[in-house]
């Protein structure tokens, strides 16, 4: 499970606790930030890295169901593992509705803690490479000509060169030059690869087109 690329944050105002997993965590290569508060983890950064949360439900002033809203509607995508020693039913089907990982009550085994912070570190891990796939995607699709662009949504919608060629007023063989350079620069091997592309982008709409 070592991962020295990796963070995991916990939130917990039982200062032997925090103790007891930062020494759990680190003797498995795992960098870990301790905070004895909500106020406290939000005057810090974000690690640039696969990070997840150990939180305790109930904390001194903003509970911890009251952070993962907070984080929620600042869309910071952050795998949550919820930790408690007073856990009931409601609180943890709140709790996992919210998107929460894992709802631990204490005490609890080492190794339910670790697979909860596998799975989140490896959701995170995934997000991450998602975002960056889609930056360069992003980039890619504006080194495009305007022409170029117009064409490769003409393409994503099913629209035929020729079709293409008499809406904007250009020969087929112009439109296929276009098209040709635009999938060289998206880097895509085929049509239905550069439809993919269009629709990871959403460059189309989903309303139907008129032909």
């Not at 894992?102 to 998602?130: C, M, V, Y």
């Not at 170029?148 to 060629?165: F, N």
């Amino acid at each position: 499970m070592s991962d020295a690329t990796s963070t995991v944050l916990v939130i917990d105002d039982d200062p032997d606790l925090r103790a007891s997993v930062g020494r759990l965590l680190r003797s498995l290569g795992i960098n870990a930030q301790l905070f004895a508060s909500i106020s406290e983890f939000l005057k810090s950064d974000l690690p640039d890295c696969p990070t997840c949360l150990v939180l305790d439900v109930r904390l001194p002033g903003q509970s911890g169901l009251d952070l993962q809203r907070e984080l929620a509607q600042a869309k910071r995508e952050l795998p949550i593992i919820f930790i408690t020693g007073h856990g009931d039913i409601p609180m943890s089907v709140q709790a996992m509705k919210g998107g929460a990982i894992e709802f631990l009550t204490k005490p609890f085994r080492d190794q339910d803690l670790l697979d909860a912070i596998q799975l989140g570190l490896s959701r995170d891990r995934a997000r991450r490479e998602n975002e960056q796939d889609m930056a360069a995607l992003r980039e890619r699709f504006g080194s495009l000509s305007p022409r170029e662009r117009e064409i490769v949504i003409q393409v994503a919608r099913g629209r035929l060169s020729k079709q293409i060629a008499h809406d904007i007023g250009i020969s087929e063989a112009t439109v296929k030059v276009h098209r040709s350079r635009a999938m060289h620069k998206m880097e895509a091997r085929s049509l239905p690869e550069l439809g993919r592309i269009a629709d990871k982008l959403k460059l189309v709409s989903d309303e139907p087109q008129r032909s």
